[in-house]
T-cell receptor, first 112, second 116 residues
């Protein structure tokens, strides 16, 4: 099945550092979503982006919808231990009603 | 907030048996539910789209006779893994669209299937 390319694959950082990850696609999406998944659980929505160029924040998280509609990035500032987990981007052609295509994931490990 | 449940949360079965996984929207109606499969350390891969009252639409490479989907009501979709084999061991997650919440989407907590 189709997947979005996400990088980096994994990150090991110290508490307090900022983190950046991005997601690219060969095709256009009209909605970009960022999820966090803890082991053994379903993904939890962090940020949703609906418009090309849009920059949206949710606490320490900031995400942007690329102008070309083929990419998105997520930044986490001042990381804390509970940020540990796997972060997935997901693209959607049509708002909410369409299937979600997931990125390959970025595994984040935060050391105190 | 809107909640989606899955049952069972985990299941272990012998090779050759069939396993049914339920996805239920607890406080909203869901005309559409999606089923995903996630192998260890991998991403979520869409298996099929389930619409209430009609046949499911399967993604390329997913055997519809092996993964039976029934969406008989607006709050319940079931995925049955027939004649399960060890390679079917995976984490199965459903996603539901809330009809009355402008199709806002909610994921279930997942079901871990282990086939011995």
């Amino acid at each position: 099945g189709q997947q979005l390319n996400q990088s980096p694959q994994s990150m090991f950082i110290q508490e307090g550092e900022d983190v950046s990850m991005n997601c690219t696609s060969s095709s256009i999406f009209n909605t970009w979503l960022w999820y966090k998944q803890d082991p053994g659980e379903g993904p939890v929505l962090l940020i949703a982006l609906y418009k090309a160029g849009e920059l949206t924040s949710n606490g320490r998280l900031t995400a942007q919808f690329g102008i070309t509609r083929k990419d998105s990035f997520l930044n986490i500032s001042a990381s804390i231990p509970s940020d540990v987990g796997i972060y997935f981007c997901a693209g959607q052609k049509t708002y909410n009603t369409d299937k979600l295509i997931f990125g390959t994931g970025t595994r984040l490990q935060v050391f105190p | 907030g809107a909640v989606v449940s899955q049952h069972p949360s985990w299941v272990i079965c012998k090779s050759g048996t069939s396993v049914k996984i339920e996805c239920r929207s607890l406080d909203f109606q869901a005309t559409t539910m999606f089923w995903y499969r996630q192998f260890p350390k991998q991403s979520l891969m869409l298996m099929a789209t389930s619409n209430e009252g009609s046949k499911a639409t399967y993604e390329q490479g997913v055997e519809k006779d092996k993964f039976l989907i029934n969406h008989a009501s607006l709050t319940l979709s079931t995925l049955t893994v027939t004649s399960a084999h060890p390679e079917d061991s995976s984490f199965y997650i459903c996603r539901a669209l809330a009809l009355e919440l402008n199709n806002e989407q909610f994921f279930g907590p997942g079901t871990r299937l282990t086939v011995l």
